[in-house]
């Protein structure tokens, strides 16, 4: 049995190293949102399924998962039906060529549990078949639904979305629980008020879940709460830090716990959900 997370071996490689050695076995990621199974016998793909998409469709859906973990058992029953009836030279080509595609969005957020909301009409805008596809679904769904059920590839309703968001047609909207956490308060003297400093890990967690600038929600044990700017700060882990002036206006000091959630900023740097 080989475990591990997409975010250290990318699913190309993954398979490519099975396929050398000519494993046979059940390939199953499972990111939150949906469980992908990849079948391989004498490390020749046989057959996927992610969702509701099979065969290529399910291993391109699933290259474009930047973390997820994996579990390749050769223990598992192989009953799957083969879907998959490309030689695997010419597969792992493919996997290569959409794992570049994958890589070149710049507007798609890791997290693809996030939902997407119609900001205006696309006026001026050259709509293709993919993006009147994923626009025709898109409103109150979430990233990964839309790209699962598009009519078109996987990688084209996200190449598609990653067009609507940077044009901002569609946006994403965040939930009050997404990435919710505990912080101690910390605080700190000077100028700087507005400012929230996080441990540098969860600044890069967030930074990879949601694309663009994002901001945090702090909420004091009196339900009071503010917007702060977002930064990063070396060997403050399970800690926030804010100026004495902010917490106070919080009704809170150090020591308090204090309840901190990432919001995604529009581009005139306000509140996006």
Known sequence: MLKGNLSQFPLGTLIQTLAVAGRSGVLVVSPPWIKGRITLRGGALHSAKAGARSGWEAIELLAGLTHAPFVFDDSLPMTDRANIKVPLETALARMMSVGDRWSALRHLPGDWQLE?????????????????????LAEGRTVARVIEEAA?????????????????????????EMGLVTLVALSFYGNRLGVAYIDEDLHQEWTKLLPGVFGVRVSSPHGIEASFEARPRVGIPGRVMLHDKDLRRLRAGRGV?????????NRSGGEAT
């Open 116 to 136: 997407l909301v119609l900001q205006r009409k696309p006026r001026g805008l050259r709509l293709t078949p993919a993006m009147l596809q994923v626009l025709a």
């Open 152 to 176: 078109v590839s996987p990688i084209a309703a996200a190449e598609a979305l990653d067009q609507l968001l940077a044009d901002g047609v569609l946006e994403l909207s965040t939930s009050r």
């Open 257 to 265: 716990k204090l309840s901190v959630r990432p919001e995604l900023l």
